[in-house]
């Protein structure tokens, strides 16, 4: 049985015999099954986006604690050197000496605390001890993070 279109035809046909009999399509259950692969394919992956976006949340709010860890060291070194005076007590002491300013991304000062709320989750950098001649500032936060000491 040849492949080959009739003289005429632009196609083969089932009288060709290119198309057997007994296979048209897809049957019913197939097309459930596939669709039921999908469904399971996309719960996972919009898991794992949902994973990944506390992740990039909490990777951000470590970034701001180093950041006013830093801060905090080099403040107080400047301090010992006689380059400065006074003393890191509040949030607004802390954010002025910071290279970059974490209010313009969202952060909020309130007395010894700067707070955001990203992604759903909240995130708070505390002045835990406030600097002094002696002893420089303590910084802690309040989310689970191995970066930055847990405030009690």
């Known amino acids: 049985m040849d492949i080959l279109p009739r003289p005429g035809s ?23 099954i596939v669709i039921a692969i999908l469904g399971i394919i996309s719960v996972t992956v ?9 992740e990039a949340a909490t990777a951000h709010a470590d970034s701001v604690f180093q950041t006013a860890q830093t801060t905090v060291a080099r403040h107080f070194a400047k301090k010992l050197m006689g380059a400065i005076s006074d003393n890191i007590t509040s949030c607004a002491d802390l954010v002025s000496y910071m290279t970059e300013d974490p209010t313009k991304a969202g952060w909020t000062c309130s007395g010894t605390n700067l707070k955001a709320t990203i992604g759903g989750s909240a ?21 689970e993070s191995p970066n930055c000491p847990q405030c009690s």
């Open 123 to 143: 995130f708070e950098i505390r002045i835990k001890s406030a600097e002094t001649s002696t002893s420089r500032a303590e910084l802690c936060c309040t989310w």
């Open 10 to 32: 632009f196609a083969p046909t089932e009288m060709d015999g290119f198309f057997p009999q007994n296979h048209r399509g897809f049957t019913l259950l197939e097309l459930i």
């Open 46 to 54: 919009v898991a794992r986006y949902k994973g990944l976006k506390k």
